[in-house]
């Protein structure tokens, strides 16, 4: 008699990716893997529409105190359900950057977490569910944004050591991936439907710095490159960094329609002492020295940045500082947050944390204020121009879009009239008709 080797059917995965776009794009590849090797694979599923024997795992974030709380409730919660009586979660799976920063520890305080894989393992974790390894390409992933709109990450790690930032003791050193792989995976997005890339790395400035011997940066030649794949209408570009920012690139965006006039630069600080404190590897001079170049070489261009408050060596003067310097920049697109101590970080073993969390929160919520008031009066002024906007989502009142200037989830939106039906990754002319400070409403017009 000839045995008959039976079929094990795979579970079905739900993947839960929390944090930035950067965690995103490593959750979209584990996908894909697990896809390739046959499991049925979800994305942030709630529990109640899991089959029997369903595996969860989430992708975690250690960067600062509320992602890391973030990171581990979330943690619990499937855990608590794991042990339900007659739960469909059959084991829990952590992986991402609070596991690979905090791997030792985790384990034991929070047991009921079956398997601990870090930042840059999770490919054990589609052996251990799948017991096998597909031959998935290294890019390839499953796309979780809308269709027409895609991370694209060109680089993993940092090098800069920046007194506040853990994320090089999670990552590791900086690695450019080769140009030719991103333009590979960027044309894969491209045939799939993707109009929009949205470029990311940890730090933009240092992109391809470790490829050549000279140390030259490669983001303008690479930026050339994906501008000239079919069917990519915008390129926009995350996380720079100021000090030897390549200059060049801006050269591109200022000759190639398709670059979007967008830079997303984080600054943190403008007061000497405190980017000192900071070891930012540049003053503020030299910053303000780049923005206007900035400005000069792209009109028109739109910078976001982020600044934080309460770092140690910011007093009453450091902070009037800093409000003078957003009243002065103007910035169309800004976030902040207040500084929390990290363990292991330069500043945690050199500085004390001595500014009370209440002066941090007041300066926070000054800063953001201020910038609110800035934001609208630059919203106001792109009444009655007609802007090209990307419909992302349909609400009840209105087809919901962003303009070149605007990165998903965390910018503005355009709120489209419903004057003629709209789809999901159409590009239209729309008159703005008026605005508030994070939003702006128009009607979309005959192309």
Not at 80 to 96: F, L, T, W
Not at 177 to 187: L, Y
Request: one cysteine or more; aromatic letters at 6%; proline letters at 5%.
């Amino acid at each position: 008699m000839t045995e008959t080797t039976k079929t094990v059917a795979l579970p079905t995965v739900n993947i839960i990716s929390l944090g930035c776009s950067k965690n995103l794009v490593d959750a979209e590849q584990l996908m894909k893997c697990l896809a390739d090797a046959g499991c049925k694979v979800v994305f942030d599923a709630p529990v109640r529409s899991l089959p029997k024997g369903s595996i969860v795992v989430v992708n975690t974030c250690g960067f600062i105190a509320d992602a890391k709380e973030e990171s581990i409730n979330t943690l619990l919660a499937w855990a608590k359900e794991k042990e339900r009586r007659n739960s469909h979660v059959s084991e829990v799976i952590a992986m991402g950057c609070l596991s690979e920063r905090y791997r030792d520890e985790l384990p034991g305080m929070i047991p009921e977490v079956d398997v601990w894989a870090g930042k840059k393992d999770w490919h054990s974790i589609v052996a251990r569910i799948a017991r096998r390894h597909p031959a998935t390409a290294p890019y390839d992933r499953v796309i979780t944004t809308p269709r027409h709109h895609a991370y694209l990450k060109i680089a993993e790690g940092c090098d800069r050591f920046c007194a506040f930032c853990a994320i090089p003791l999670i990552t590791g050193r900086y690695h450019s991936r080769r140009p030719d792989e991103v333009v590979a995976e960027a044309e894969m997005l491209a045939a799939r439907g993707v109009k929009e890339l949205n470029v990311i790395a940890q730090d933009l400035s240092a992109y391809g710095r470790d490829l050549n011997s000279e140390g030259r940066s490669g983001l303008a030649a690479l930026v050339d490159l994906l501008a000239d794949i079919n069917g990519i209408e915008r390129i926009r570009l995350h996380y720079a960094y100021p000090a030897d920012f390549p200059m060049d690139v801006l050269d591109v965006m200022a000759r190639r329609d398709n670059v979007c006039k967008y830079i997303d630069i984080a600054l943190q600080h403008i007061a000497d002492p405190v980017l000192a404190n900071m070891r930012r590897h540049i003053d503020g001079a030299a910053t303000r020295g780049l923005l206007a170049e900035i400005r000069r070489r792209v009109p028109g261009i739109h910078i976001r940045t982020t600044l934080m408050v309460g770092f140690p060596g910011e007093g009453e003067a450091e902070f009037a500082e800093l409000l003078d310097f957003v009243r002065e920049q103007r910035f169309e697109r800004m976030g902040a947050f207040a500084y929390c101590e990290e363990e292991d970080t330069y500043a945690a073993r050199h500085f004390s944390d001595d500014i009370p969390d209440d002066v941090k929160q007041s300066r926070l919520a000054e800063l953001m204020a201020l910038q609110e008031e800035i934001s609208l009066e630059i919203q106001q002024e792109k009444v009655g121009r007609v802007m090209r906007v990307v419909i992302d989502r349909e609400e009840s009142d209105y087809y919901v879009g962003r303009t070149e200037f605007d990165s998903p989830e965390v910018d503005p939106e355009v709120l489209v009239e419903k004057v003629r039906p709209l789809h999901r990754g159409d590009y239209v002319n729309v008159e703005i008709t008026s605005a508030l400070p994070f939003e702006l409403i128009g009607r979309p017009i005959s192309e």
